[in-house]
């Protein structure tokens, strides 16, 4: 008989966190999304996904929600109002989670981090906290999985087009191994089927290395909903706004960290193990709709 695996995830609402869940059912996984806004839920994820309300912020919530549960997925972010909160999602968000996971009896966690955490040229707060979250995760006696992705292909049509335009901010001087959500998910799921009680630890990059202006072309010339222009946006701009808004200041820094980051390929081990993914930018942009 088929062992169906039951996996809760946590930021199943996420840009990249429906795309994982949708894609864990396929893979065969009984999901249950714990979500804050089950409207948000219900119009973003496949219908076989069981939504159980929830929030990070009431352990209660958590602890029903992983009743019978096996596998647990964060998909967590920091946001722009984080800073020196006294809630902070992915610290005492990340706690609140473990614990209950602990008490629940889930047998791993695995969780979505990032590459360009390790960036220090800005000395941003938020990777003080997303390097701070990998050492709970690393001390947290369950289980764990950790994935430290580059750049994700999803960002162009979902966070980047305006309009007819794909935008784009000052001018990446190095280059991001990107990679879809469609190879990630893959990955996650697999390592729910992993047999053993280690941690793990996954850079997760893709088969072609670009900077943004490359990307963005290629997104262009391989999307065919509608005609898309590139716009670049100087960084001159963020810097002279960044003082008035915690939003324009949040996204300068990400922005100068992915311009300047120094991604090297290190994703040989995650190849031998999960396989060279496969999709390019161009097959991703090619099946939108
Ligand atoms: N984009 C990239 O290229 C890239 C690359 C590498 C790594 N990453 C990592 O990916 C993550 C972002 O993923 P994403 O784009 O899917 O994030 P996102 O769109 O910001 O989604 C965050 C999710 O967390 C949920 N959430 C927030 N606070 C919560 C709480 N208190 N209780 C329960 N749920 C809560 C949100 O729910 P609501 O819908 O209710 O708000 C949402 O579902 C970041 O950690 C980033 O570092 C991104």
């Known amino acids: 008989m088929k062992v169906i695996r039951q996996v809760a995830v946590v930021g199943a609402t996420g840009m990249l966190g429906k795309h994982v869940t949708n894609r864990l059912v396929q893979q065969g996984y009984s999901v249950t999304a714990v979500v804050r806004n089950m409207l948000k839920g219900q119009q973003l994820l496949n219908s076989k ?5 929830g929030d990070l ?11 019978d549960v096996d596998y647990l997925y964060l998909n967590l972010s920091t946001g722009p109002y984080e800073k020196d909160a006294d809630f902070r999602t992915e610290i005492e968000g990340l706690k609140n989670a473990i614990k209950a996971a602990k008490q629940a009896q889930i047998k791993r966690i695995a969780y979505l981090s990032s590459l360009v955490k390790d960036y220090e040229g800005n000395g941003w707060w938020v990777f ?19 994935f430290y992705p580059s750049n994700f292909y999803e960002n162009l049509a979902e966070l980047q087009i305006r309009g007819n335009r794909v935008l784009l901010a000052g001018e990446q001087t190095t280059k991001s191994c990107w990679i879809g959500t469609e190879d990630y998910a893959r990955m996650v799921g697999e390592a729910f089927r992993q047999q053993h009680d280690e941690d793990r630890e996954y850079a997760v990059q893709g088969p072609e290395a670009m ?4 990307a963005i072309d290629l997104f262009i010339q391989n999307y065919s909903s509608k005609n898309l222009k590139k716009t670049r946006v100087p960084m001159q701009v963020f810097k002279i706004l960044k003082p008035f808004s915690k939003t324009l200041d949040f996204q300068y820094h990400i922005l100068d960290a992915i311009n300047h980051y120094d991604e090297k390929f290190v994703s040989e081990r995650t190849w031998d193990e999960f396989g060279k ?11 939108i709709k």
């Open 211 to 214: 900077n943004m202006d490359e």
């Open 128 to 146: 003080d906290y997303k390097r701070e979250a990998v050492r709970i995760l690393r001390e947290a006696d369950i289980p764990v999985t950790i």
């Open 49 to 53: 996904v069981h939504l159980q309300k």
């Open 57 to 67: 912020s009431d352990p209660g919530s958590l602890l029903t929600a992983f009743r």
């Open 277 to 287: 993914p496969q999709q390019t930018l161009a097959d991703w942009a090619k099946q």
